[in-house]
């Protein structure tokens, strides 16, 4: 079994493919929650591009793949990047998004075009240079992992080291000049690690998806926490998976590059993490508006009840749903399920088709339609709306008044008798 | 009407500033009265929150310069403080109301190290001064525009200043919590502590502030409220534009002109 053995990690060569490809995914996570956070995704894709031609040269004038070699022509180009990025948004009327576009191609323009002339350049030395393009981590040898593994490693701490600092300048830039942080040092920092980060990250990602490594983990995790620290230790656990299945894949498919892989495999995180995470996603989202939705059918059909009881001078007269929908329409599935949840609940009683208020019942109708008169009420003298343009916009916000604003709204209109329609405003009987 | 005072605890010497090459702000020259609180005052597009973004060093100078406590700004940072506009930064970021606040201490925390725990204990007081004890891990985007504005005067708290520079601390804040932040205010200085803000609201102003600057692209007048607050002199800062000064402004900026010689 193929899987066995590779997560058995008992093969050297596995090894390596595995601690490289989770160190160059992680490195490229943490450091990509600032990227996130300063808005600069498309300046990380600009940089992960622009490495292509460094990485390029530097073979060119070297003639050998000496990773070392290549991270620094890499850095080098990558830097540029940037600087004309700044350049270019600073001194013309253009705007950063055409910048970006410009550099980018141009960039990445003269890589593919330096990468033909390499590959048809007869050095033998050559073969898997090409392999930056797309990434893959199965080429990853012992002496690359030394030199990445150690720039990767240095990113770390200074992340570690800097963070309060690189939180600050992210947050709120004008203060953290403000206090004399060296603002402009840090920024350059910030800067040359996210190059760097994008580096070590080519060889098993590949300059063309890299951008993705930098951002998506980090827009993943910012769905489940609150918190910055949290937020880089799960961005970093998401990229170290996609980074283990990268090497996994590079395993069983040597010819497969693994950058597209990688890819997929943290862009499905990320949409999981879209769809699911508490509160801030789309289930969850979903889910509030259905009980919402709920909400409102259950306290109007109480609302209903109390009206027919005043009505009738008896609240506890059981009706059934015809009834109930003569004095107002409402869909009938709706009422059905209403009907049936709210006896559940205690505030309704059921016998044979009959609905009927329980003392709760009455209390929570009463309050609905105490809060519909009020609301009215308020509109008219506050707002000045004449009594006919009232009613709707009562009806959503009779569900939502909470307690204390409504005992807020009693002072203000000093316990009212009557709504705007000479309708009785109903008060708990102490 | 311009006010000098004797030993200020702010100088401002024939300060310029240009945006693009457009001048903003015109040859102001003032003194503070250490104490004092004080409000910027002038129409949209005046240049008061140029004003003290230039005093902070956080846009170049034409031309002028600057004194605090009759130093230069680098040399006495730890005594001043700045409340950037709440709207200048992205609410959504990861962080609680007790995280900000804490970066009110970071200057006396230093680089490398974590916050201490006597620094969180400030940090807490201070939210506590702002009536924001209960919400000390809430999420900023969470709070409404009233407490991420205290979030920030907290912050500005835990930096023990001796002067306070605020943009606009009274923007998208409730009644109630304008009341609140006045009333800080005026212990701060009654503590001895200078503080300086923005302000848009002319009525209001004339009850908040014991010390004025009206601006409109250039100092109109800076003095206490009393006799700064003339028919005159706020008509000359409220009323007819200076058309000529704005035109000469658009040009040096039309013509790449450097609005100094030596600046070019």
């Given at each position: 079994m193929k899987f066995f053995e590779f997560f058995s990690f008992t093969d050297p060569n596995i090894r390596y493919v595995v601690v490289g490809s989770i160190l160059m995914t992680v490195c490229s996570a943490v450091v990509g929650c600032f990227t996130f956070l300063r808005k600069r995704a498309l300046i990380g894709d600009a940089v992960a591009h622009s490495v292509l031609p460094g990485v390029c040269l530097s073979f060119l004038l070297t003639g050998e793949k000496n990773p070392f070699i290549l991270l620094i022509g890499a850095f080098i180009t990558g830097g540029l990047s940037i600087f004309l990025v700044e350049y270019i948004t600073t001194k013309t009327k253009l705007k950063e998004d055409s910048a970006i576009g410009i550099v980018l191609s141009v960039f990445f323009g003269i890589g593919i075009l330096l990468l033909t002339a390499i590959q048809h350049g007869g050095n033998a030395n050559q073969s898997g240079l090409d392999s930056f393009l797309f990434g893959k981590a199965a080429s990853i040898l012992p002496e690359d992992l030394y030199s990445f593994g150690l720039v990767g490693i240095i990113l770390l701490i200074g992340v570690f080291f800097f963070f309060k600092e690189f939180t600050l300048i992210s947050f709120d830039r004008n203060f953290a000049e403000a206090i004399g942080l060296p603002v402009k040092i840090l920024e350059f920092m910030l800067t040359s690690i996210t190059v760097l980060a994008v580096v070590t990250g080519i060889q098993a990602v590949g300059v063309v998806l890299m951008a993705a490594m930098l951002i998506t983990p980090a827009a993943a995790a910012r769905y489940w926490t609150h918190n910055l620290t949290i937020m880089m230790l799960v961005a970093a656990m998401m990229g170290a998976v996609s980074g283990i299945f990268g090497a996994y894949i590079s395993y069983l498919a040597p010819s497969m590059p693994t950058g597209p892989w990688i890819v997929m495999v943290i862009s499905m995180i990320a949409i999981v993490s879209f769809a699911?995470?508490?509160?801030?996603?789309v289930f969850a989202r979903l889910r509030k508006q259905i009980k919402n939705q709920k909400q409102i059918t259950d306290e109007n059909i109480l609302k209903l009840f109390f009206q027919l009881g005043e009505k009738d001078q008896d609240f506890f007269t059981a009706r059934s749903i015809t009834s109930l929908l003569e004095r107002r329409s409402m869909r009938k599935d709706l009422l059905k399920n209403g009907l049936a949840r709210l006896t559940d609940q205690g505030f309704l009683s059921k016998t044979k088709d009959h609905w009927k208020f329980t003392e709760a019942g009455k209390v929570k109708g009463q309050r609905v339609a105490r809060l519909h008169r009020l609301w009215e009420l308020y509109l008219t003298q506050y707002l000045q709306l004449a009594p006919d343009h009232v009613h709707d916009d009562a009806e959503t916000i009779e569900h939502i008044i909470t307690p204390e604003l409504e005992a807020k709204i009693l002072e203000q209109l000093k316990y009212p008798e009557v709504d705007p329609h000479d309708t009785k405003i109903p008060y708990k009987d102490f | 009407m311009i006010i000098q005072v004797p030993n200020p605890i702010l100088e401002v010497h024939d300060l310029t500033v240009a945006y693009h090459r457009k001048?903003?702000?015109?040859g102001v020259d003032l003194t503070l009265p250490a104490g004092s609180l004080t409000g910027i005052i002038g129409p949209n597009g005046a240049g008061k929150s140029t004003l003290i973004k230039a005093i902070m060093g956080l846009i170049p100078l034409s031309s002028g310069f600057v004194k605090l406590f009759g130093k230069d700004l680098d040399e006495v940072r730890q005594k001043v403080s700045y409340v950037p506009q709440r709207e200048s930064v992205d609410w959504d970021f990861p962080a609680s109301a007790l995280d900000v606040v804490l970066m009110g201490r970071y200057s006396q925390i230093g680089l490398f190290k974590r916050p201490r725990k006597a620094d969180k204990e400030v940090a807490v007081e201070c939210l506590r001064k702002v009536g924001l004890q209960n919400f000390a891990?809430?999420?900023?985007?969470?709070?409404s525009g009233g407490q991420q504005q205290r979030v920030f005067l907290a912050r500005a708290l835990a930096q023990d200043a001796d002067i306070y520079f605020m943009d606009e601390p009274f923007a998208g804040v409730d009644a109630a919590t304008e009341a609140a932040i006045i009333e800080i205010l005026r212990n701060m200085t009654t503590s001895g502590k200078t503080v300086v803000v923005v302000h848009h609201d002319l009525q209001s102003a004339v009850t908040y502030f014991n010390w004025v600057l009206l601006l409109n692209m250039r100092l109109v007048a800076s003095g206490p409220t009393e006799k700064v607050f003339t028919q005159d002199l706020l008509q000359e800062t409220y009323g007819g534009k200076l058309t000529v000064l704005a035109k000469v402004g658009d040009l040096l900026e039309k013509q790449q002109f450097p609005s100094r010689e030596d600046k070019a």
């Open positions: 699911f995470a508490p509160v801030k996603g | 001048p903003v702000l015109w891990n809430r999420q900023i985007s969470q709070l």
